[in-house]
């Protein structure tokens, strides 16, 4: 049997989710989430997207869950939390303050007048195996290497300039994503200094790719920064935009709050045969 799902197309910084609505259970019950994550986020074959965002129901509360583009199901992203909060307020489910359910517990978020969406990510713990002032040869580039978490595992590696084109950054971003260091696996941020901030290159575990925008990518480069004495907030720029990151370090780890646009650019149908 054929079925059409409705979906939202929605974007924080050009890191793009398709939106669906499973509030009555109907979704989950008729379709493997990660499946149809696999189908619906193709580049070529499909709509197209770095992951799919789920709206459901618990325990009086929306809950997010998010499949990234391969099919896994992510612990938290950023970005992908600011989406789902622009798109509760957009459908007038919830007011400019809110707060939802993630895999790593709840999370408050508010939506501006300017389109942008702050996120309090509330208390994350670094993780065990968490790294700080590595040293570490990449590629010709002697660069710092820190390793935390951020609802996810971040490495971030920090270089005076990195002067690589787009495959190069592709290429250690795979390498350093299946790293034996990092049994869980990493996404993997390359960091330089710009003016009035920093500039970020992110490869996303479970995308498998480059992405223009990666929200707790942001958080993990803004932590580094504060340690390495930056201020807070952090402003990272990406390729798709830029994400401001207030970060308040605690022991063992630190609180965020996360701001940046986000986008609604599109609604429609996905045919599923």
């Known amino acids: 049997m054929s079925h ?3 979906f939202f197309k929605v974007d924080g910084n050009g890191n793009d989710f398709l939106f669906v609505d499973d509030l009555d259970g109907r979704l989950s019950s008729r379709f493997d989430l990660p499946e149809l994550a696999v189908r619906a986020c193709g ?9 799919l965002l ?3 129901w618990d325990r009086g509360a929306y809950r997010m869950r998010i499949f990234n583009a391969d099919g896994s199901e992510a612990d938290m992203c950023g970005n992908g939390a600011r989406c789902f909060a622009m798109m509760l307020r957009w459908l007038g489910l919830e007011d ?8 790593v517990g709840p999370v408050r978020a508010h939506v501006h007048r300017d389109s942008t969406v702050s996120l309090h990510m509330g208390f994350n713990p670094f993780g065990e195996g968490a790294l700080f002032r590595v040293s570490e040869r990449v590629g010709e580039v002697e660069a710092e290497m820190w390793y935390l978490h ?7 590696l920090w270089a005076d ?19 034996p260091r990092f049994p869980r696996g990493t996404n ?12 970020c290159i992110t490869y996303e575990r479970g995308v498998e790719d480059l992405t223009l925008s990666c929200g707790t990518g942001a958080c993990a480069v803004a ?11 952090v402003r990272v720029e990406s390729p798709g935009g830029y994400n401001l990151v207030e970060v308040g370090l605690e022991d063992l780890g630190a609180r965020y709050r996360l701001r940046g646009p986000v986008r609604v650019s599109a609604r429609g149908v996905l045919y599923v045969g």
């Open 4 to 6: 059409w799902v409705e």
């Open 43 to 51: 580049r070529r074959t499909s709509v197209g997207a770095d992951g």
């Open 54 to 56: 789920v709206m459901g």
């Open 96 to 103: 400019p303050e809110m707060e939802f359910l993630t895999n």
């Open 150 to 156: 951020v609802g996810v595992p971040h490495l971030v």
């Open 161 to 179: 300039r990195w002067d690589l084109r787009e495959d190069g950054f592709r290429s250690l971003g795979a390498r350093y994503r299946h790293d």
């Open 188 to 199: 993997v941020n390359f960091v330089s200094p710009s003016e009035g901030g920093l500039t």
């Open 223 to 233: 932590a580094s920064a504060v340690m390495r004495g930056m201020g807070s907030p």
